[in-house]
């Protein structure tokens, strides 16, 4: 079995042993480094004009443009075409409620934001054993601690079916509503698709849930060389993840989390791919999101977890 072993700044990062093909080595300029493991291409819209779509009862719907919030649609409607990359925003109150989704980004492969319901099943099962893997899973992303999180919870099947009955409990199975949902590849759990409208579904439930506390705790310990994003929002609880297309070798850059507000907390996914497909380039389009939403924190419905 083969590994590959890398670091950007504090992350640890290998692939996943169970993965059937190898993925390459990425090198960026003077940095070495390996990505979370992942075997299928992103998949992503193609390019089009600025949209915004609303989620009325939990289910992505393409539609014509709304304003929702009013400010902040309108100043991604004007920043979106002078963006150099795809990018992807959903915005949703924490507790539920109307979702409201930005951008040419709808989907793609979860990398390292899987971590999150991986700890969360992995405390459930083991907390004494998973305590510490969780810690270095979700504050510096290493690949290793995911591994033996993952490993924790039995073989590739049963891991899988842990980790989503953890994704059910904050998704379609507790909205009621139907539609697609996010499942685990029992095979590489980094390259599992996971939508930009089942994360923020995901990230909306994520302070609910039974055994999160301890995660989204540690979701406030991110290492500094990771706080790119949300991270630049004070009080964000949140997880990032990156990885290159396996053909192409472009760049996709996600993250999602939970931001406090004036009204209560809103769960909040997003995703780029900039046009250069390099991660640093990625990184930055995220980084002009998250300014964007510190800007309209207070316009924004937040929520809470029902009692």
């Given at each position: 079995?083969?590994?590959?072993?890398?670091?950007?700044?504090?992350?640890?990062?290998?692939?996943?042993?169970?993965?059937?093909?190898?993925?390459?080595?990425?090198?960026?300029?003077?940095?070495?480094?390996?990505?979370?493991?992942?075997?299928?291409?992103?998949?992503?819209?193609?390019?089009?004009?600025?949209?915004?779509?609303?989620?009325?009862?939990?289910?992505?719907?393409?539609?014509?443009?709304?304003?929702?919030?009013?400010?902040?649609?309108?100043?991604?409607?004007?920043?979106?075409?002078?963006?150099?990359?795809?990018?992807?925003?959903?915005?949703?109150?924490?507790?539920g409620g109307r979702m409201t989704?930005?951008?040419?980004?709808?989907?793609?492969?979860?990398?390292?934001?899987?971590?999150?319901?991986?700890?969360?099943?992995?405390?459930?099962?083991?907390?004494?054993?998973?305590?510490?893997?969780?810690?270095?899973?979700?504050?510096?992303?290493?690949?290793?601690?995911?591994?033996?999180?993952?490993?924790s919870l039995g073989d590739g099947?049963?891991?899988?079916?842990?980790?989503?009955?953890?994704?059910?409990?904050?998704?379609?199975?507790?909205?009621?509503?139907?539609?697609?949902?996010?499942?685990?590849?029992?095979?590489?759990?980094?390259?599992?698709?996971?939508?930009?409208?089942?994360?923020?579904?995901?990230?909306?439930?994520?302070?609910?849930?039974?055994?999160?506390?301890?995660?989204?705790?540690?979701?406030?310990?991110?290492?500094?060389?990771?706080?790119?994003?949300?991270?630049?929002?004070?009080?964000?609880?949140?997880?990032?993840?990156?990885?290159?297309?396996?053909?192409?070798?472009?760049?996709?850059?996600?993250?999602?989390?939970?931001?406090?507000?004036?009204?209560?907390?809103?769960?909040?996914?997003?995703?780029?791919?900039?046009?250069?497909?390099?991660?640093?380039?990625?990184?930055?389009?995220?980084?002009?999101?998250?300014?964007?939403?510190?800007?309209?924190?207070?316009?924004?419905?937040?929520?809470?977890?029902?009692?």
């Amino acid at each position: 079995m083969l590994w590959w072993w890398g670091r950007r700044g504090g992350e640890v990062l290998s692939s996943i042993p169970a993965c059937r093909v190898v993925l390459r080595c990425a090198a960026l300029v003077t940095l070495l480094m390996v990505t979370s493991c992942g075997l299928i291409p992103n998949k992503h819209a193609p390019a089009s004009a600025p949209t915004i779509t609303v989620d009325p009862a939990g289910s992505w719907r393409p539609g014509p443009a709304v304003k929702l919030p009013d400010s902040l649609a309108a100043e991604f409607t004007q920043l979106q075409p002078r963006l150099p990359g795809q990018v992807g925003m959903a915005i949703m109150p924490v507790g539920g409620g109307r979702m409201t989704i930005f951008g040419d980004w709808t989907s793609g492969i979860a990398w390292s934001t899987i971590k999150v319901p991986l700890a969360i099943a992995a405390l459930r099962h083991d907390p004494v054993v998973a305590e510490g893997y969780a810690e270095a899973a979700i504050t510096v992303s290493d690949n290793g601690a995911a591994q033996a999180l993952w490993n924790s919870l039995g073989d590739g099947p049963e891991a899988a079916k842990a980790v989503q009955e953890v994704l059910d409990e904050a998704g379609d199975s507790v909205t009621g509503v139907a539609g697609p949902r996010t499942r685990m590849d029992y095979n590489s759990f980094g390259s599992t698709e996971w939508s930009l409208a089942n994360q923020a579904r995901f990230a909306s439930k994520l302070p609910c849930l039974e055994q999160a506390s301890a995660v989204t705790e540690l979701m406030q310990q991110i290492t500094p060389e990771q706080r790119w994003g949300l991270g630049s929002i004070t009080g964000a609880e949140f997880k990032g993840g990156w990885g290159p297309d396996d053909d192409t070798g472009v760049y996709l850059v996600r993250q999602f989390g939970v931001v406090p507000t004036k009204s209560g907390s809103v769960a909040i996914a997003l995703a780029a791919q900039a046009d250069s497909g390099e991660f640093e380039d990625s990184t930055a389009l995220l980084d002009r999101l998250a300014l964007l939403i510190s800007h309209h924190l207070d316009d924004l419905r937040g929520g809470k977890c029902p009692r």
